[in-house]
């Protein structure tokens, strides 16, 4: 029986727990999943980087940790709260629980706290920093640290989590297309399903030099995921932009998305609490088709829905958008080869309702290719 | 895409009466449905011959049609409707198949119907299991080995392949009718046999046995966009072999990882696609292999199923009514989500708790049934409970089931782990108590594994729930942090104070003082991702509550919980009514039920739901809970039937205001004792009696009163343990079978009255006037449970002067026990006498019936009595007539007949006899101007192909019905049936002229000819006649009446029973039988109370 934990938000309001996974004290930005399965694709998300998740899911690590679906090297989230945590998995592809990974990564967690109510409060009063401690379990003295700790808006992540060295994905089957790939926190998942398309992913750090992305002679360049605060990515944006200027076709993802709003001159903002979950509906503006997308956004792109509006590379709509609130879920240039989704067509967690969007920038090289 | 507006009127098709496999849970889709079209300025038809359902309320369709639900008397109602359109996907597989015939028949397309929801080839493509097959073939997914079988040969070259034990799955068929798992060539031969007899197209499917597999199912959606939607997933925790709907099972799924569920998902859209569901919901079901995951599918229902019913209560998203709307051409993303009411339908709801659902069983009635759960459901009902995790909706579930049996317990004896490993190893209703038990004497959860295939995670979970229990137990006293953990772990105060050695309320009050309650979540669709604006809540011992405070005086009403035989959806109609009125008249109405399949539990019936256990400690903490919220104006406790009656006492002594009937008025109608003095005061006669306490008081009391007696255990339900005894011998059997008999537990003996007229009566009474609401003639005689017995109103042979007896004896009762609401009175009319038999001061199951037929909405009435109308201000009002009452009707008044329908068609060798114990699911309802016509239509609604009107009938009577036995058969024959008989039937008609062909019983020695059983195997008789006498009966005539129930032969097993046949069988062959609606029958009703 591990022994009391607690959970303060920077407003004050505490939760009391147990301690989960490795003893010790944690911050980071309080957010929710909604995600009923998937949790351990979650924990190695890298655009979690520096959050504290809270799964609204009671019963987490039913089937266990396995070796093939972490998205990444390691667990990101920097805190994790739930409320039953399993005792005993339950999976043919298990091989430990989630408990031991937990610890043997150094994660902080706590467990059997009312998720529900702490989610309705962050609902409310919007994604906010938060402590969990299992060492120190005086409120008072926990929130002063909660308060000195950094806030998630103006946080510049990406370089914490971009690979340090290119790596390659070799593609699966004929060889079509070669891409470059920004990391700026990108899951496994999104060059797997580019590579089954036939392309040859090349992985660069976010730190690449233009030159350097240009000297992988690719036939699109691609921006993934990633954790921040995308109004501190400057230089993502020029990357962008070098693409953009070239007609090199673009495709963006999340943050992607955000870079590719900002290198157009749009704004980003961050919403009260974020899109966190694997059922969010998404209307394809062009087909009137409706995707369960999954998502993983606390900022958003700030671009008029239904007009077509005028940037330096020409003419852009906003071609998705969230159903639930609106927001903008995706831009497409009019006049370059390039468009970006805000949710995760990769999909690991959540529906494959949005894999098609690979094959759009297959179609997207394709057509600048015979044309060029 | 916006609503057509080529559609102008929509006939819609109801499900008929409750069978087993198809419940209320198609009241709460059809009535969803009707409600949604009629929203959308749709002309709405409907047909349904259950008059217990609220979709049947005049009010909830423009023309309502209670009338068999055939392809030949649909085709009636279109000819004279027009509709634009047929909706057949929410009435469960009986609309489907309707659907199917009428198309077969030419008859949409002679009158233009467009089959709206899913196409004829979508239909065929979804329920024809080998072009099934082709189809989940033909998107890379996987079905299990199988071969489509049209005759037992094939059957029998198939096996040869496939190699026992293999499951038999018939096409076209619900709840597993027909299915089974054949080990060996004999039960190869019953089960297909069965099998190809039920499939409507002779059609069944031979399988490779998986057994054993984890079994899941996916609830889907889908517009006319292709937009696809999951809307629930639902693990069964008995993995594969028992039937979903016998299986405890889960909501969401537990125990897969997202890529197994995405892998899940994405052959569920890629088959509801294939198949052509062009818009509406739909149900697949899955196995997965524990080993390796691998996935095979099942099969899909191109409709609304009873797990969309539970998806839809388990995740707050309205399945039907989204499928009603997305029918008439609405897209997903078009529709509101209620529940939050900013966000779309086009989304996939997120749960933050647990869903259980456990199965009802009634096994106790049909002893001669195979209790064993396999591939054919046999439940009757189902309970579901919610939690914020697994062990305490698990335990929530298992106490709203209302078994004893059924719940966790931890004796202190030493137990048998083996044995109770072995036993777990079967499975059959109460195995999970059985798996706990072994669990708890020590069995490991691999042993358990292995033995019952359930998965080790829900097993972990159910040792977790024994771990609590042993902490609760140890220690001197009770520590809180104990208590508290217990009860997040869905412990009841009852299991405490067991486990403690002490009372429930003790504990109750301990936990009170330390300040230990649960708080009350929301379901919302969206694990809080959005606000609700719905209330519909559930318990758990958790931090936040969410109930919101309100200034409405609140009411309120506790529904019947699981559906069991002898208290269904006759008490859910009532409560439904109740909450409809109060609402209206001002009051914040509050649901208390536990029941996923009903239309109480839809969200929107109330103002506000709480799904919970109907148990003392769960309602006092919803009464707590609400009166910290507004004022409780009290709790109305006589619409559910025995269930809340039976909370009424404890509830008062608990503080709670109970509105109508007092629980002292209550007790003087149950307590036999008191309400003798009732009686006895008003000087109404009742049945001699006498309270046996032992075998030779038992005996003395039978010799003073006389056989044959009716004896039964004292308060029973439904007619539990209740038996005629004819003699002494008799006597002695049952008190050694039936009865633990002592001071604690006396056996009640009565006087059986012998051919006795039964009258039931529904009655309401303000404490000043009574309202006589519906007199009921039963046309079996009394001895036949008055649940199970057809009955007609208005009575077919009373005059005036029995009806006003009838009335002044009910206000005499209603006086005498101090009824403020409804009254039931059952009456025996014999001789002149007319005795009571016994008064239920609650709704009855007659109550929707009897408001049908004669057009007054009588829970209506009774809810506001209950809260302080008159019964004159009601009259006034408008509510009930204004002058006259259900006793009074127009000499011209339409007959309507109620027919119970019953389950024995899936218990093979289950005697049919009826008796005083209740048997019966379900009810029909036949209306039409003259009572055999009337009673015709209930037949053919309550039995495939109704009454026979030509043929060969084989009679078989008792002695002592030959007498009354000749002039009806004599009639059939006059009619040109061929008639068949046993000697010494066919004595007794020879002699009064009816020449009848002898057959030989089926013990007679074999002369080579077909004995009765075996021409009626075979096919040749087209009604069998078969009464059984005393003693001897049940085993004489026993094989007679199985064979038909097996053939669905008609087999009528009351000389009375058989005079009503022949009254109908006359009006079938007098021509032409017409349908009619509700609104016309209540509109000439009314025209004429206005003029008298
Ligand atoms: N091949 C099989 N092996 C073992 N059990 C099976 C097999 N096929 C079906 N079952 C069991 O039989 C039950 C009923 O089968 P199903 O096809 O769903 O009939 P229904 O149409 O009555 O729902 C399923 O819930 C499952 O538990
Ligand atoms: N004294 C009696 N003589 C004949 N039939 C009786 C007598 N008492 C009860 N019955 C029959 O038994 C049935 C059930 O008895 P009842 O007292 O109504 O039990 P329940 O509470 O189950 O309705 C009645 O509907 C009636 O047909
Ligand atoms: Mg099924
Ligand atoms: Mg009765």
Redesign the pocket.
């Known amino acids: 029986m591990s022994g009391p934990a607690i959970l303060v938000l920077e407003d004050g309001r505490t939760f009391t727990g147990t301690s989960y996974g490795a003893e010790g004290e944690t911050f980071g930005e309080a957010v929710f999943c909604t995600a009923m399965t998937g949790y351990q694709e979650t924990l190695t998300d890298p655009s979690y980087h520096r959050q504290v998740v809270v799964m609204t899911a009671p019963h987490i690590g039913n089937t266990g940790v396995n070796d093939e679906d972490p998205e990444s090297g390691r667990i990101w989230v920097s805190g994790y709260v739930v409320r039953d945590p399993a005792r005993r998995p339950s999976n043919w592809r298990a091989t430990r629980t989630l408990d031991e990974e937990l610890s043997a990564q150094g994660v902080v967690g706590i467990s059997g706290v009312d998720t529900r109510a702490l989610t309705r409060h962050l609902r409310d009063r919007g994604a906010m920093r938060v402590g969990v401690s299992s060492i120190d379990t005086d409120p008072q003295s926990l929130l002063t640290r909660v308060l000195a700790s950094p806030t998630m808006a103006g946080a510049d992540l990406v370089s914490e989590v971009t690979t340090t060295q290119p790596y390659v994905v070799p593609a699966i089957g004929e060889h079509l297309f070669t891409v470059a790939a920004v990391d700026l926190g990108i899951k496994a998942m999104t060059p797997h399903r580019m590579a089954e398309r036939g392309i040859e992913v090349h992985v660069l750090p976010a730190t690449s030099s233009v030159d350097e992305l240009l000297a992988v002679g690719a036939d699109g360049v691609f921006f993934s995921n990633g954790p921040g605060d995308p109004a501190t990515a400057d230089h993502a944006v020029q990357l962008m932009r070098a693409a953009l200027d070239r007609q090199i076709p673009v495709f963006g993802i999340c943050f992607g998305n955000q870079v590719l709003g900002r290198a157009l001159g749009f704004g980003t903002y961050k919403l009260i609490f974020g899109h966190r979950g694997v059922n969010q509906p998404v209307l394809d503006r062009a087909t009137g088709r409706v995707e369960i997308t999954a998502q993983n956004h606390g900022f958003a792109v700030d671009a008029p829905v239904g007009v077509v509006t005028d940037t330096p590379y020409g003419r852009v709509e906003v071609s998705h958008v969230g159903l639930n609130d609106g927001v903008v879920e995706g831009l497409r240039c009019l006049d370059v080869p390039a468009f970006s989704v805000q949710y995760h067509p990769e999909a690991a967690a959540g529906p494959h309702d949005s894999a098609y969007l690979f094959d759009r920038f297959v179609d997207l090289m394709r057509a600048t290719r015979v044309s060029a | 895409m916006p609503r057509r507006t080529d559609l102008n009127s929509v006939l819609v098709i109801g499900s008929g009466p409750i069978v087993i496999g198809q419940a209320c849970e198609f009241d709460y889709s059809g009535t969803q449905a009707c409600r949604v079209l009629r929203e959308e300025g749709i002309r709405v038809i409907l047909v349904n011959s259950n008059p217990a359902t609220i979709m049947t309320d005049p009010e909830v369709a423009d023309a309502t049609y209670v009338e068999p639900i055939t392809a030949e008397v649909v085709e009636k109602i279109i000819e004279r409707e027009r509709p634009d359109a047929l909706l057949a996907t929410l009435g469960g597989q009986t609309a489907l198949n309707t659907a199917v015939a009428l198309h077969e028949r030419g008859v949409l397309e002679k009158y233009g119907v467009e089959l709206i929801g899913a196409s004829i080839e979508a239909i065929a493509r979804g329920e024809d299991r080998e072009r099934f097959k082709e189809i989940v073939a033909s998107i890379g997914a996987e079905s299990a080995r199988s071969v489509i079988c049209h005759t037992m040969d094939d059957c029998l070259s198939a096996v040869v392949e496939l190699s026992y034990p293999v499951v038999i799955r018939p096409s076209y068929t619900m709840g597993g009718a027909g299915s089974g798992i054949a080990y060996d060539e004999a039960d190869l031969h019953q089960i297909a046999g069965a099998g190809l007899q039920a499939s409507p197209t002779t059609e069944v499917l031979l399988e490779e046995s998986i057994i054993g597999w984890k079994e899941y199912e996916l609830e889907l959606m889908r517009d006319r966009n292709d937009n696809v939607v999951i809307i629930c997933s639902i693990e069964n925790i008995d993995p594969m072999g028992v039937h979903t709907g016998d299986s405890i099972t889960v909501a969401p799924a537990l125990t897969l990882t997202d890529r197994e569920y995405q892998h899940m998902r994405d052959v569920s859209i890629a088959v509801i696609r294939a198949v052509g569901v062009d818009t509406g919901g739909c149900n697949i079901q899955f196995a997965v292999d524990p080993a390796t995951g691998r996935l095979i599918v099942i099969e899909m229902n191109p409709r609304v199923s009873r797990s969309s019913a539970l998806a839809s209560k388990a995740t707050g998203f309205p399945i039907a009514k989204i499928a009603a709307k997305l029918a008439v051409g609405y897209s997903l993303d078009e529709i509101p989500n209620d529940i939050t009411g900013v966000t779309p339908a086009s989304f996939e709801p997120a749960l933050d708790y647990v869903v259980v659902k456990a199965p009802r069983f009634a096994f106790e009635k049909f002893p001669q049934a195979d209790p064993t759960l396999t591939t054919t459901m046999k439940s009757v009902g189902e309970a579901m409970a919610i939690g914020r995790n697994f062990t305490e909706a698990l335990q929530k579930a298992l106490r709203s089931l209302e078994r004893a049996e059924a719940v966790f317990g931890w004796g202190k004896q030493p137990l048998d782990k083996d044995a109770l490993v072995a036993q777990a190893a079967l499975p059959r209703d109460g195995r999970l108590r059985v798996v706990q038990q072994a669990l708890f004497a020590g069995a490991t959860v691999e042993e358990v594994n292995v033995a019952t295939g359930i998965d080790p995670w829900f097993l972990d979970q159910i040792e977790l729930i024994n771990e609590v229990a042993a902490e609760v137990r140890a220690g001197a006293d009770l520590a809180p942090h104990v208590l508290r953990r217990a009860k997040q772990h869905g412990f009841s105060d009852r299991q405490i104070g067991a486990l403690r050695g002490t009372t429930e309320s003790v504990i109750r009050g301990v936990r009170h003082a330390l300040g230990i309650r649960p708080v009350y979540k929301t379901v919302d669709t969206c694990a809080a991702e959005f606000a609700a604006s719905t209330p519909y809540h559930y318990s758990s011992y958790d931090e936040e509550s969410e109930v919101a405070p309100r200034a409405k005086p609140a009411v309120l009403i506790l529904g019947s919980g699981p559906n069991r035989i002898?208290q269904g959806i006759e008490f859910d109609y009532s409560c439904v009514h109740a909450a409809m009125t109060l609402r209206e008249s001002g009051y914040e109405t509050v649901m208390v039920n536990c029941n996923p399949e009903t239309v109480s539990t839809d969200y929107d019936t109330s103002d506000r739901l709480y799904f919970e256990p109907l148990t003392l400690e769960d309602v006092l903490e919803v009464y707590h809970a609400e009166l910290a919220a507004g004022p409780v104006v009290g709790v109305i406790v006589q619409l559910g039937g025995q269930t809340p009656l039976g909370l009424a006492q404890s509830l008062k002594d608990a503080g709670v205001t109970i509105v109508g009937t007092t629980p002292e008025a209550i007790h003087l109608a149950e307590e036999r004792g008191a309400f003798g003095r009732v009686l006895a005061d008003a000087g109404l006669p009742a049945?001699k009696?006498g309270t046996a306490m032992s075998f030779p008081e038992a005996k003395a009391i039978a010799d003073s009163i006389g056989y044959p007696v009716?004896v039964?255990p004292s308060y029973?339900?439904?007619?539990?343990g209740?038996e005629?005894v004819y003699d002494e011998p008799m006597l002695s059997d049952y008190i050694e079978r039936a009865t633990q008999i002592s001071p604690e537990h006396p056996v009640l003996v009565?006087?059986?009255?012998?051919d006795?007229v039964?009258i039931d009566v529904d009655a309401l009474f303000d404490g000043t006037e009574l309202y006589l609401a519906g007199v009921m003639e039963?046309i079996e005689e009394?001895?036949?449970?008055?649940?199970d017995?057809a009955c007609a109103l208005p009575p077919i042979t009373l005059g005036h002067a029995e009806i006003d007896r009838i009335r002044r004896s009910t206000e005499a009762i209603a006086r005498g026990v101090g009824v403020r609401g409804l009254l039931n009175v059952?009456y025996?009319l014999a001789g002149d006498v007319l005795?009571v038999?016994?008064a239920?001061p609650r709704a009855s199951r007659t109550v929707p019936f009897v408001s049908k037929a004669t057009s007054v909405q009588l829970a209506k009435a009774a809810a506001r009595v209950m809260l302080g109308s008159t019964i004159a201000e009601l009259r006034v009002e408008g509510l009930l007539p204004r002058t006259l009452d259900g006793g009074s009707l127009p000499a011209d008044v339409a007959t309507a007949v109620k027919e119970a329908v019953l389950p024995f068609g899936r218990f093979h060798g289950v005697d049919t006899v009826l008796g005083?114990?209740?048997k019966s699911t379900g009810e029909v309802m036949g209306i039409d101007a003259l009572f055999g016509t009337a009673f015709a239509k209930s037949q053919l609604a309550a039995y495939s192909g109704g009454l026979p009107t030509g043929g060969r009938a084989f009679v078989s009577v008792a002695n002592r019905d030959k007498r009354s036995m000749v002039f009806p058969v004599k009639r059939l024959a006059d009619l040109g049936f061929e008639i068949l008989a046993t000697q010494g039937t066919a004595d007794v008609l020879r002699r009064s002229g009816v020449i009848a062909t002898v057959v030989r019983k089926h013990f007679e020695g074999d002369d080579g000819t077909l004995d009765a059983v075996q021409q009626i195997l075979a096919g040749d008789i087209d009604i069998v006649v078969n009464t059984p006498y005393g003693v001897g009966a049940r085993v004489d005539g026993y094989e007679i009446r199985t064979a038909s129930v097996r053939k669905g032969v008609p087999c009528i097993t009351t000389v009375q029973g058989l005079a009503a046949a022949v009254q109908g069988i006359e009006a079938l062959l007098a021509g032409e039988v017409g349908v009619r609606s509700l609104q016309e029958y209540g509109r000439d009703l009314r025209a004429w109370r206005e003029e008298s």
């Open positions: 002898g049945p009696h009716l039964r029973v339900l439904g007619g539990r209740m005629i009565d006087r059986f009255l012998d006795a039964e039963h009394a001895g036949i449970h008055s649940g017995s059952q025996a005795y038999l016994e239920n005083p114990e209740m």
